[in-house]
């Protein structure tokens, strides 16, 4: 009797370049018409930009003596030289703009299946959704995940910065199709198709139960304003080092053991605090500038995402909580934390939090700095090992906060005292969250972004 051929019962899955590939296919016809539409503003663009770099914007400062003043002394001819203000590359930021106006085009997609699927069921028990709902949120979770990658092929984006720029609505996308899905869409944002595919396709949380005055749009355009003039000074302090101001250091990566050494070094510390607040400040001037265009577009206020954490926070639960990126910790509060403390405690809910936090980092890593790139020194896990570490922070904080002993100390020490102790707990092992973005050059690809003075 003939030995039978063994079937195989698997389904082989094809992998992310095959997968893009075909997408790819699919949108080369509409992306050949756009490409085309858009061939005059691109030539126009870089007519533009070669215009920009023929200008001669530099400064001579001659040479001067040394200089002391309150003990400090600067060196002779230590800022004698030239220097020169480098505008921002147009055609990089053009790039940019074309891969996140296609992103909240296909957000718009992506609310419209919701909304008219989805959102309709939220009244049915969530422990026993139908079929075709479940079907239908698990495909949406699929190609939301894969989405910023097919773009990157399509558009050619390879600065690291734009990619990181075109993802971001893909991150907020994810978590307001798991709120969706839970039953957690904020008020007011459901009230009508126009407003819910404004809400879920804005890169920003629009507050639709309070309009917006002529005087708050006045403040947030000075805001703006006041986020890139900040971020523009960072930029030009930070750039000539590389993003390490006190000397290149490495403290270990998130698996080799910890020495308290490396981890307390003031060099090592310094270099972290310098990274934490390049985000801080990047991350308020992005969610401003996008804040500041949607209240003008739509009408309505728009959350503040950035709260001064690194100089203000009193906790750990006010710096992640009520200071840092408040766009994602609203989603990440609606789309995780509540469907979880459904079943679980606050702890665990928490804990689910931030190691979502930490996967979706993760994402962004690999997709920012390792899809279709070379990039030595990027590695995964760090982000969420970092988020997991400050899951502990919190968790020891809930335990301790209550005490005499810690009551007693918040009332007599000053608070930037107090800020100093919250900002110590995380800031050792920062270099867990900011190592792939150093190693990957993500600094020096955002410079393009910012107009910044350059010694020559």
Not at 308 to 332: I, Q
Not at 413 to 442: C, D, E, K, Q
């Amino acid at each position: 009797m003939a030995a039978e051929t063994p079937t195989n019962n698997f389904i082989s899955i094809p992998d992310l370049q095959s997968v893009n590939a075909s997408i790819g296919e699919i949108l080369s016809s509409p992306l050949s018409l756009f490409q085309s539409s858009c061939g005059a503003s691109t030539s126009t663009v870089g007519q533009l930009q070669d215009k920009i770099l023929s200008l001669d914007l530099s400064l001579i400062i001659p040479e001067h003596p040394e200089l002391r003043a309150l003990g400090y002394s600067i060196g002779t001819n230590s800022f004698s030289g030239k220097y020169n203000l480098v505008l921002p590359d147009l055609q990089a930021a053009a790039e940019m703009a074309v891969g996140g106006s296609i992103s909240i085009a296909v957000g718009v997609l992506f609310a419209a299946m919701l909304y008219h699927f989805v959102l309709p069921s939220r009244g049915e028990s969530s422990t026993s959704p139908t079929k075709t709902r479940t079907l239908l949120i698990g495909s949406l979770i699929c190609v939301i995940s894969i989405m910023p990658y097919v773009l990157f092929d399509v558009v050619g984006i390879q600065n690291t910065a734009a990619r990181f720029s075109v993802m971001a609505p893909f991150i907020l996308y994810l978590f307001r199709t798991f709120e969706a899905a839970a039953g957690f869409v904020p008020k007011g944002a459901d009230e009508s198709f126009r407003r819910y595919c404004t809400y879920f396709a804005t890169p920003a949380e629009v507050l639709f139960e309070q309009r917006v005055t002529r005087k708050e749009m006045i403040q947030s355009s000075m805001d703006v304003m006041k986020c890139a003039a900040i971020m523009s000074i960072v930029c030009t302090i930070l750039s000539p080092s590389g993003y390490t101001p006190f000397g290149a250091i490495s403290a270990g990566e998130f698996y080799e053991p910890v020495t308290v050494e490396n981890y307390l070094n003031p060099r090592h510390l310094g270099n972290c605090f310098a990274i934490a607040f390049f985000f801080q400040s990047g991350l308020a001037l992005g969610t401003a500038a996008i804040g500041n265009l949607v209240q003008i577009l739509t009408g309505y206020k728009v959350l503040r995402a950035m709260e001064n954490p690194m100089l203000e926070a009193t906790s750990p639960s006010d710096f992640w909580g009520k200071r840092w990126n408040l766009l994602v910790h609203v989603v990440l509060k609606r789309g995780v934390y509540k469907p979880v403390r459904r079943y679980a405690s606050a702890l665990i809910a928490s804990l689910a939090v931030f190691v979502a936090s930490g996967l979706f980092h993760e994402w962004v890593v690999h997709a920012v700095f390792l899809y279709n790139k070379q990039s030595e020194g990027v590695v995964l896990g760090s982000n969420t090992a970092f988020f997991v570490w400050n899951f502990v922070v919190i968790a020891c904080e809930r335990m301790l906060v209550a005490t005499k002993g810690v009551q007693s100390l918040k009332k007599v020490l000053p608070r930037f005292m107090v800020t100093v102790m919250i900002i110590m707990s995380s800031l050792p092992a920062a270099h867990w969250f900011g190592g792939p973005y150093l190693n990957g050059n993500f600094f020096s690809d955002y410079e393009t972004f910012v107009p910044m003075i350059r010694k020559m």
